[in-house]
């Protein structure tokens, strides 16, 4: 399967502290991207980082992308209490000429404040 | 304006039953997703449609039918509810082709008794 699969699960933090979360995948992408969702809502778009991209920044958001290693990851610094959410990376299957964001179970992150 | 809108957002329908959820998305976007996710958080895509064309149809029963009447609208048609078609359904979209990212609907949680 090529969807990503996020680790740890569920991330519990105090606020100001900086939360990462892990992304593996199985097979090559061209793109992968991090999502967040609040609870009861759809997925927020955060970050996309090509396959030739090592890092992206974002605001408080750094990711980065190891294709040698089929992995990624998202750091968030300095947390807040509004980053209480849950954070999904999807790989980018093809299909028919179309690029399917393909998604896994996410990583639970909770910030205490 | 809301970019991907979904309707219902809840759905509590009896088992046996046949229901309908509605998306539409106003960002002039050519592909449109149904994602469903499970009480774990999973999202599975469902189905994909590229300019009113289906791409994709995962291994979904055919009780489910999508039915894309125009580039803005795809919606879900599910026959014969059943106990574990309980879960949320997310509609989204996206411009065709890679290195683009997925605009989410707010969901719609289906719960059948």
């Known amino acids: 399967s090529q969807q990503g699969e996020e680790d740890p699960q569920a991330l519990s933090i105090q606020e100001g502290e900086n939360a990462t979360m892990n992304c593996s995948y199985k097979t090559s992408i061209n793109n992968l991207q991090w999502y967040r969702q609040n609870s009861g809502r759809g997925l927020v778009h955060l970050i996309l980082i090509r396959s030739n991209e090592r890092e992206k920044h974002s605001g408080r958001l750094r990711v980065t992308l190891d294709t040698s290693k089929k992995s990624s990851s998202l750091l968030i610094t300095a947390s807040r209490a509004a980053d209480t959410a849950s954070y999904f990376c999807a790989t980018d299957r093809s299909s028919g000429g179309s690029y399917i964001p393909t998604f896994g179970r996410g990583t639970s992150l909770i910030v205490h404040p | 304006d809301t970019a991907v809108s979904q309707t219902p957002k809840y759905l509590v329908t009896q088992m046996g039953n046949d229901k309908s959820i509605k998306c539409e998305q106003n960002l002039g976007h050519d592909t449109m997703y149904w994602y469903k996710q499970d009480s774990k958080k999973f999202l599975k895509i469902m189905f994909s449609?590229?300019?009113?064309?289906?791409?994709i149809n995962e291994t979904v029963p055919n009780r489910f039918s999508p039915k894309s009447p125009d580039k803005a609208h795809l919606n879900l048609h599910i026959n014969s509810l059943e106990l574990g078609d309980s879960a949320v359904y997310f509609c989204?979209?996206?411009?065709?082709?890679?290195?683009?990212?997925?605009?989410f609907g707010q969901g719609t949680r289906l719960t059948v008794v």
């Open positions: 989204a979209s996206s411009r065709t082709g890679g290195y683009t990212e997925a605009f």
């Open positions: 449609y590229n300019n009113k064309e289906l791409i």
